[in-house]
């Protein structure tokens, strides 16, 4: 018998479905299984930054209407954005950490643009959560808790696929965050074996695949969080290198919540 996960809700970042029009979405995110939902508030998506004013509350009612809640959405943190969240009763914008060849700087220009988001975050009463990410990001867990230490209204969104492509122990990881954590993201990845395009010369690649895939031990990062008492929202991105289709999407993300729901403790 499944454990029961009542205690938690069970969200899904809809990026793989990222131009639908919130009926179909909503009806797709309860079909599989879903109670949350995090949204893509990009250029190219149903919802983007020049529309969202006008777009997004009525997106979080109509999501509703299937028994999905918008638990946050991913977007830059700017004002018009974490005004209309306020309006449509989203609590959490998620964001990375992007930075430039010249680490240092790249870090004290993203600190300088998000103190000025500080007092929106009061204003409106939406938390922006960042997220480590792996590349030309500030991608781990403690660089992200150095750049927002001193900027309130801001946490870290932890992500265990790109933790894991760190090396780092992921209850160690989770443990530095403390109370600055925010959002738990769930996917998983690994180190693929690539030739160099140019040089033929063999690579190691992030490939992101199924929750058993990867690096990432979920089953460590669910028995910490249930442990702890968490009751925040567990967003599955459902991130899949080899996945062609939307629909082949769908299915491996109802197959990944099926693992994790039965590895949250009873």
């Not at 309860?30 to 990009?42: C, D």
């Not at 946490?155 to 959002?183: C, N, Y």
């Not at 895939?213 to 089953?219: F, I, L, R």
């Not at 729901?261 to 009873?266: G, K, T, V, Y």
Request: a negative charge; hydrophobic letters at 40%.
């Amino acid at each position: 018998m499944r454990p029961t996960t009542d205690d938690v809700t069970w969200s899904v970042f809809t990026k793989p479905w990222s131009a639908m029009p919130p009926g179909p979405l909503g009806e797709l995110v309860a079909g599989l299984g879903f109670a949350g939902a995090e949204v893509p508030v990009r250029p190219g998506c149903y919802l983007d930054p020049d529309n969202v004013g006008e777009r997004l509350a009525d997106f979080v009612r109509s999501l509703a209407e299937y028994g999905v809640k918008v638990t946050s959405v991913a977007a830059d943190p700017v004002e018009p954005v974490l005004a209309a969240c306020a309006e449509a009763g989203v609590s959490m914008v998620r964001t990375m950490a992007p930075v430039d060849q010249d680490y240092r700087a790249g870090v004290g220009r993203l600190h300088r643009e998000w103190a000025t988001a500080v007092p929106w975050c009061d204003r409106y009463g939406v938390t922006v959560v960042v997220q480590q990410h792996h590349g030309t990001y500030v991608e781990s867990t403690l660089g992200i808790l150095q750049l927002i230490e001193d900027l309130p209204g801001f946490k870290l969104a932890w992500d265990a696929a790109h933790d894991a492509l760190t090396g780092v122990d992921p209850v160690r990881s989770l443990e530095l965050a403390g109370p600055r954590l925010g959002q738990v993201n769930l996917k998983n990845a690994r180190y693929r074996r690539v030739p160099d395009p140019v040089s033929g010369a063999p690579r190691y690649r992030p490939w992101f695949g199924p929750a058993e895939s990867g690096m990432a031990d979920w089953s460590r990062v669910l028995a910490w969080l249930h442990a702890t008492g968490w009751s925040d929202p567990i967003c599955l991105h459902p991130e899949y290198t080899d996945a062609a289709t939307t629909e082949r999407h769908a299915e491996l993300a109802r197959a990944d919540l099926d693992i994790a729901q039965s590895l949250w403790p009873a």
